[in-house]
RNA sequence: GGGCGCGUAGCUCAGUCGGUAGAGCAGCUGGCUUUUAACCAGCUGGUCGUAGGUUCGAGUCCUACCGCGCUCACCA
């Protein structure tokens, strides 16, 4: 047992098993969800049982108040919270087991549903069932869970404790059930794709590495599922969509986790404007079925998810904001000396650097900023009508990017011819060999082709009003604690825990 | 990795100039049949993140380390 485990609370389940009262019994109750049951009663009424409306209910105890021949407590379960009334005039039986219960612990109610003298819905109990003991005492009930690392740490606690948290990870369900719901309606195929992938690609970013050992190779973890996904686009699936955890090796920020969730959709005959037409209805049907409307707040500033987005040019938002185009090298590095940017060793990333520097806190939209520099598009197709650029775009909110899309690159020559100037770069973030597999896929001939990605955390961020990527993730990524300080991890603690069990 | 900040009871936090470790909530005992963070009386609860150092004396000052947050860098 950790050192949460309170000594009078596992003494009170001792004494229910002294008294042949298991605290931990294999059964539940077959209980109403508490907002149904909050739905159906009405709001104004008289005083005193709703003669005949019988519930149960079951959930979490919490804060107790007890005035000795009656106690007053919430209730609560995933969808809300109820005040139940303990009357020890109608509980005579039971009575003496109110002695067992503390804030925290499981239980089931049922009851006639009525209100109290200050017009509080109650559920006035007949029968009380401890569910589960609670052995750990909740988190103080002013202030919840304040410290932001206990509330990712102890999300369990969080979850109930903090006001709002359950609902933003209901919503994020929500949303991803409606991307699938969207999708499939215009006939897309969920598909899911390999996780260790032998070459990493898709993306640019340091993988993490792991070892399968019966076939005795590394693996990365995915970066990307992007070139698996057009694989099967090769195959003929021609819609196809993935929502796949991707892993990238690198820091951690308001906006990055080193797992994420992505995603990526691709569709044969689509070019990139046709993606600019999905994100952007997608999105705002979202807003809509989450919300209830398009407008959302973030990071203290709104915005308006109605379709359609505005469009900027990417080379002409860089003339307009550095007086010079994107090709212009001897221009370009004097405007990135002006700016104190360091040189990367890369004229096409110190022009992208240029570029965040000057035009991306101006991307406040939501806005699709379009037509990349080819060189910093490897996976992308070209203008046909503009060779220095790619039909690409991303999609930016609040300054921040949300999506990536382009028409996708699918001569095979070309696309070798890419991947073998990413080897060459001999870059950390590049691969390190080229992915001769997918340039063999794309020989058998992949139809003209738009995909789309989209930062599955980041959008749950708008629409919820979540500052930070971790308030939108269940188990934010935390350094763990070492052995000695996490108890459930000591040695000693294991053999007490096995008895415990079975 | 750099800068700034934080770490004190199960939880939320005080702790002045370096001089006996504090409060509220939770818990325990008693009281109370209409509370909404109930209330009243009493009690319990501490390796002050860890390890060193300075000092007659360290929660407080110094050093290192650990953890977390913010921020910068990184992250197309």
Request: aromatic content about 8%; hydrophobic content about 40%.
């Amino acid at each position: 047992m950790t050192d949460l485990a309170q000594s009078d609370r596992v003494a009170k389940a001792a004494a229910m098993r002294a008294a042949g009262v298991d605290p931990f019994p294999a059964r539940g109750v077959v209980p109403q969800p508490i907002s149904e049951l909050l739905a159906g009663a009405g709001t104004a009424a008289e005083p005193g049982p709703l003669v005949g409306k019988t519930v149960t209910i079951a959930g979490r105890l919490l804060a107790p108040r007890d005035f000795g021949k009656l106690i007053f407590a919430p209730i609560v379960d995933r969808t809300g919270r109820v005040q139940i009334g303990l009357r020890r005039d109608s509980l005579t039986e039971w009575w003496p087991q109110r002695k067992w219960l503390d804030a925290g612990d499981q239980l089931g109610v049922t009851g006639e549903l009525g209100f109290t003298q200050k017009g509080e819905i109650t559920v006035w109990a007949s029968e009380v069932k401890l569910l589960a003991k609670s052995y750990a005492p909740p988190p103080e009930k002013w202030h919840g869970l304040a410290d932001v690392e206990q509330r990712y740490r102890r999300r369990y606690v969080d979850l109930w404790a903090t006001e709002g948290v359950m609902d933003v990870f209901i919503k994020r369900s929500k949303i991803v059930s409606g991307i699938r719901r969207f999708l499939e309606a215009q006939g897309y195929l969920e598909v899911e794709t390999p996780t260790l992938h032998p070459i990493f690609g898709g993306a640019t970013a340091r993988p993490f590495v792991t070892h399968h050992n019966a076939l005795g190779c590394d693996f990365y973890l995915r970066i990307a599922p992007e070139l698996y996904l057009k694989r099967l686009i090769v195959g003929g699936l021609e819609r196809v969509f993935e929502i796949a955890r991707n892993f990238r090796n690198e820091g951690i920020s308001t906006r990055h986790n080193p797992e994420f969730s992505m995603l990526e959709l691709y569709e044969a005959q689509a070019d990139y404007r046709r993606m600019m037409e999905i994100a952007e209805q997608m999105l705002e049907r979202l807003a809509l079925d989450i919300n209830g409307t398009t407008k959302v707040t973030f990071r203290g500033a709104e915005y308006d998810l109605k379709a359609p987005f505005q469009r900027v040019r990417y080379p002409d938002l860089f003339r307009q904001q550095n007086g010079c185009e994107f090709d212009d090298e001897p221009a370009v590095r004097q405007r990135a000396k002006e700016l104190g940017l360091t040189d990367p060793g890369n004229y096409w990333k110190l022009m992208n650097d240029v570029f965040e520097a000057t035009c991306e806190k101006l991307l406040t939209g939501p806005v699709f900023c379009t037509d990349y520099p080819v060189p910093i598009c490897p996976l992308a197709k070209t203008n046909p009508h503009d060779p220095k650029t790619a039909e690409r775009f991303e999609l930016f909110l609040g300054g921040m990017e949300l999506g990536n899309a382009f028409t996708e690159l699918n001569d095979p020559a070309e696309q070798e011819r890419r991947f073998e100037e990413q080897v060459a770069s001999k870059d950390e973030e590049a691969p390190g060999e080229v992915d001769v597999d997918y340039v063999q896929a794309l020989e058998y001939g992949m139809p003209p082709t738009g995909g789309l990605g989209i930062g599955i955390d980041r959008l749950v961020m708008v629409l919820t009003g979540q500052d930070t990527i971790r308030d939108v993730l269940l188990f934010p990524a935390m350094r763990p604690l070492s052995a000695t300080q996490a108890p459930e991890a000591s040695a000693e603690g294991a053999p007490a825990a096995a008895k415990e069990t079975h």
